[in-house]
């Protein structure tokens, strides 16, 4: 098979491209050299670069030829605030930012494949878009920038792949329906008078408070919603207080709230306002509840899942194409392209038996995955404008 040929002779050089964007992170909106290095990557194979301000460091490069439909790839361009410890040649050099979500690979998948198209010649009776994405990882980020930009404006469909250390570097997972949760953030600030911890009873303590409101929001949620539906509400910040011998008037809370079926969007809502004011109740605090993003749910269109099955089938073997079972309660961007245009989402496996999981600051991967995503995209691009050919 061709692209498999490709690749093997490539191969190499595809790594030294992730080992480079791995070595030079950039958080969302400021991947300016990484930019740089793909724009001159897909410029000397002979691309086109379209970029306008509103997609800042993002852009899109086209090939294809006619009157056919439009396929979208996008990778994403942003590293993670996250100071890497891992000991390998192609370490990380911006001190506090590392690669640590596999967007490295993402781009080297999406640069291969662009490499691949052009370098055989394939013939692309339609338009394959190479979109490159900044701020996958910041809220509400890249995605809605780029749309705002103009890149998807007559795009037809749209795919996008992302590493799972989970799975072994041959395969991919997939599934039909719901591939990732809705994310809303929530912060809550309690207030009240703070005092003498000694005389908690002539003031509000407001650690009490807050101790009471995260396990009531944890308890009215699972007692609220059936046992099946996926639910997850957590807090990953909380400030407050001073001093040990002093009661603080201020408390603030910053979480995530996650789900699946976004029908329960307003029942959350509803007892999470309920349960705070319950709690205000029993403590005198007032507390008061923002929620500052909110981003849909990524559910796949069925057909442009059947077109990644059929293509992972026919380039990895039905054995290595893996419907997974659960969607992941982890938020993707991605899903807002798949508001306006059908499309898919899967998953690529990244496993190298050391690796805990994303977002970890040893984080790495088995470089052969961006062997496997390259067969996968080129071989979806292939059945997608055969399919349009007959």
Excluded at 41 to 52: A, E, H, I, K, S
Excluded at 155 to 172: M, N, Q, R, T, Y
Excluded at 349 to 365: A, E, M, P
């Amino acid at each position: 098979m061709l692209v498999r040929d490709w690749i093997e002779k490539n191969f190499k050089r595809i790594v030294a491209v992730r080992r480079w964007l791995h070595m030079h992170p950039e958080v969302g909106f400021h991947e300016v050299e990484t930019s740089q290095y793909c724009q001159k990557f897909m410029q000397d194979l002979g691309y086109t670069v379209v970029q306008n301000e509103t997609m800042q460091t993002g852009f899109i490069c086209d090939i294809g030829r006619g009157n056919g439909p439009t396929m979208a790839i996008r990778c994403d361009l942003d590293a993670l605030p996250i100071h890497e410890i891992n000991d390998i040649e192609y370490k990380s050099q911006n001190l506090g930012a590392s690669h640590a979500c596999g967007h490295d690979s993402h781009m080297a998948n999406i640069l291969g494949l662009a490499a691949y198209i052009k370098e055989t010649e394939q013939d692309i009776p339609g338009k394959i878009r190479f979109l490159f994405q900044p701020a996958e990882e910041i809220a509400p980020g890249g995605a809605v920038v780029m749309m705002e930009a103009g890149a998807i404006d007559g795009v037809d469909h749209i795919l996008g792949g992302h590493i799972l250390p989970s799975l072994s570097a041959e395969k991919i997972g997939i599934r039909y329906g719901p591939m990732a949760a809705a994310v809303e953030q929530i912060n809550i600030c309690l207030k009240g008078p703070g005092g003498h911890t000694s005389r908690p009873v002539e003031s509000v303590d407001l650690i009490w408070a807050q101790s009471h409101l995260i396990l009531s929001l944890e308890e009215s949620v699972r007692h609220h919603l059936n046992e099946w539906e996926r639910v997850v509400l957590a807090f990953g910040k909380v400030e407050g207080g001073h001093t040990c011998n002093v009661l603080p008037d201020e408390i603030n809370m910053e979480g995530t709230l996650r789900f699946l079926n976004a029908e329960l969007k307003e029942k959350l809502h509803q007892i999470i306002k309920q349960t705070i004011q319950s709690v205000e109740n029993l403590t005198d605090a007032t507390i008061e509840l923002t929620i500052p993003h909110s981003s849909p749910g990524l559910t796949n269109d069925e057909r442009c899942t059947d077109l990644i099955i059929s293509a992972g089938h026919a380039v990895l073997g039905e054995e290595n194409v893996v419907m997974m079972e659960e969607s992941s309660m982890g938020g993707e961007d991605f899903a807002y392209y798949l508001e306006e245009i059908p499309g898919a989402y899967f998953r690529i496996g990244s496993n190298d038996g050391k690796t805990r999981d994303i977002h970890t600051n040893d984080f790495n991967l088995d470089e052969r995955c961006m062997a496997t995503a390259i067969k996968v995209f080129a071989e979806s691009i292939s059945q997608y404008f055969q399919a349009h050919r007959n």
